[in-house]
C-alpha cells in the first residue's frame, strides 16, 4: 500500500480522495472528485473521463489543480497541486475502453518527483480490486467518497461520504455496459469519486486500508419521465474498478 507521510487519527480511507478543479487557463471551470491508485512505483490520479474532456458539452479544459495535505501532523495545511492535460497537443490521461465501447474512466499519471516531500495520501493498489465478482452481491453496502457540489470539510480538507447499496447485479454488465448501478444520494462533484466497500473475504491483503474498490462513480441515471408526477430514480452509474488494470499497464 502507498503512504507518503503518516497522519495520526485520520481514517486511511479519506486520504485516498482528493478534491479536482478543472481549469482553462486561469479561469475556474468545475468541480469534481478523484482518487490515488498505485501501481509499483507509479502513482496515478483516477477521476471520470468526462471530467477531462466532454465532447457533448463542451467542457474542455487544459489542466487540473488537485488538493494534497502537506503535514502529517495538521490536517488544515494543504496545497494545489496542478497537472497539464495535454502535452505537444496531445492528451496525457489514459482512457479506458472495453467490449462494450468507451469507458468514462480516466487515469493521469502523477509525477512523484513534483510532489510536496511533505504530501500526506493513501493509494488504493491492485490488492484492493475486487477481481471475485461472487463476493459482492445485490443490496450490499457501499460508500460514495467525494465532493458533491464542491462540498467538503473546509477546514480539514476532507471528502465526505454518501452511503448507498449495489442495485443491479455486481459482475453483470447492466445494459450490456460496463457498469453496475447504486442506490445512493449524489450530486455534481462526484464524478470520479471511488466506490468502495467492506467485503470481509479479501480484507487480509488489504492491510489497514481494508477497503474494496468496487467502481468509480460516474453520473446519476434516469429516464424519461413525467416531471410532475415522478421523482428522479435515484440511481448512478458507477464503472468497474478492474478497468484500472489495463489503464496503469
Known sequence: MEEKGRAMTIEPLLLTTARVGTF?????????????FARDDRLFLVTSRHVLSDAATGHCPDRIEIELHIDAENMTKSTG???????????????????????????????????????????????????EFDTVEVGSSLLI?????????????????????????????????????????????????????????LEAR?????????GVHSARLDVGRDLQQDEAL????????????????
Not at 24 to 36: M, R, V
Not at 234 to 249: F, H
Request: one cysteine or more; glycine letters at 12%; hydrophobic letters at 40%.
Open 81 to 131: 497541486f496542478s497537472m497539464l492535460l495535454y502535452e505537444d497537443g496531445k492528451s496525457v490521461w489514459r482512457q479506458g475502453l472495453d467490449a462494450g465501447g468507451e469507458i468514462d474512466v480516466a487515469a493521469i499519471e502523477i509525477e512523484r518527483q513534483a510532489l510536496p516531500e511533505s504530501t500526506v495520501y493513501r493509494a488504493f493498489t491492485p490488492a484492493h480490486l475486487c477481481g
Open 145 to 201: 467518497l467525494g465532493f458533491p457540489l464542491g462540498f467538503h470539510d473546509t477546514l480539514h480538507h476532507m471528502p465526505v461520504a454518501r452511503q448507498g447499496v449495489v442495485a443491479s447485479s455486481f459482475g453483470l454488465r447492466f445494459q450490456g455496459e460496463g457498469y453496475f448501478l447504486t442506490d445512493a444520494r449524489t450530486h455534481r462533484g462526484a464524478s470520479g469519486a471511488p466506490v468502495v466497500a467492506r467485503v470481509p473475504a
Open 24 to 36: 482553462q487557463g486561469d479561469a475556474p471551470l468545475t468541480n469534481a472528485s478523484g482518487f490515488f
Open 234 to 249: 435515484g440511481l448512478n452509474c458507477a464503472w468497474y474498478a478492474d478497468i484500472l488494470l489495463p489503464l496503469t499497464e
Open 206 to 214: 488489504q492491510g489497514d486500508l481494508p477497503w474494496t474498490l468496487l
